[in-house]
């Protein structure tokens, strides 16, 4: 098959928006693999790591398989790269919201999976 024919037929996940009181927006997707579900659960509880590097590890995990759009003051980041790299330069508020966002985004639509 062409290049043409490959993303026909696939279905995409609902999306959630999240919004702080600034107005900025976080999109999340709301579905997650199976695959990814127990590949989040041996990052949260990596013997190897400090507790706390593997919580850090775990959200940044989470925020890279969840979020399909970050808006920070009207400027739309898109892409895994172009994301995680702003999560990175994210400050200390926004990184608190995102952590605060994913925990009530798996308590509403993944309950099973154990929040960071």
């Not at 098959?1 to 959630?16: D, E, P, V």
């Not at 999109?27 to 199976?34: A, D, K, N, T």
């Not at 940044?60 to 398989?65: A, K, N, V």
């Given at each position: ?16 928006d ?32 400090s ?16 979020v ?49």
């Open positions: 098959m062409g290049k043409r024919n490959r993303g026909r037929g696939r279905l995409s996940a609902a999306t959630i999240y919004r702080d009181a600034e107005g900025n927006v976080l999109v999340l997707r709301g579905s997650m693999s199976p695959l990814t579900r127990r590949k989040y659960a041996s990052v949260l509880h990596d013997q190897g790591r507790t706390d590097d593997s919580w850090q590890r775990a959200t940044e995990f989470l925020f890279e398989r969840l399909e759009r970050w808006i920070v003051h009207e400027v739309p980041t898109e892409g895994q790269q172009e994301l995680l790299m702003r999560y990175r330069i994210a400050t200390t508020d926004e990184r608190r919201w995102i952590r605060d966002v994913l925990r009530e985004h798996l308590a509403e639509h993944f309950p099973d999976v154990e929040a960071p």
